[in-house]
């Protein structure tokens, strides 16, 4: 099982890790500051540096299979031998922040928005979020105001840990009908925005909301009876 690096700390950018499988499928490491796509948050890419001081570009980062070891998809085959081995994991940082602004800005959005969220992704630079609502939203310019009234509030941003149990006691930490947090490790991890959001995710984030940056609601758009789909972009790059 990879131990998971960034669920401590989200700013870690690199780490040493041993490698413990590799195929031209995947590398897998015992620890990693990679985050696996989940949750509609891409993976992470990068690059692991090997021994001889050579470079594997890693283009995408999955789940592995039902030991926990996550897959970090190479651009190429790993050279041989390489099982074993200690090598340096190195995320693409930049990309990594952006889509840790846009995640927690997700969260903002569906206490704008409080209805439940029926589905979402997370893009570099975007992202969407939809929502079981039966009747039009206030327009564009509106939400976006609000939106970026909790982002200027720099609000903290914190982890808490709460065990199955408490979980399933509390419903209402779960807003997302369509993707359930991971249960049956003893443990599910909770997001703390301020005093204005509490909700179980295993994503990464910024530390406080101020450093997620001007956003914009670029599109509201009806995708069924009940399902209302809002778009949110960086006001600027």
Known sequence: MSELLYQG?????EC???VTAANEHGVQLDRTVFYAA???QPGDRGRLVLPDGSELEIVDTRKGDATGSLVHVPASAPPAGIVGTEVTAVIDWERRHRLMRMHTCMHLLSVVIPAEVTGGSIRD???R???DLPEPLRDK???TRELNRLVDEDLPVETIWVTD????ARPDLVKTMSVKPPSGQGRVRLLAIGDVDLQACGGTHVARTGEIGEVVITKVEKKGRRNRRVNVAFASS
């Open 16 to 18: 040493t890790a041993r």
């Open 165 to 168: 149990e408490e979980l399933a």
């Open 38 to 40: 989940g949750g509609g």
């Open 125 to 127: 630079g975007s992202g």
């Open 141 to 143: 310019e509106h939400l």
């Open 129 to 131: 979020l939809d929502f």
């Open 9 to 13: 700390d989200g700013y870690l950018r």
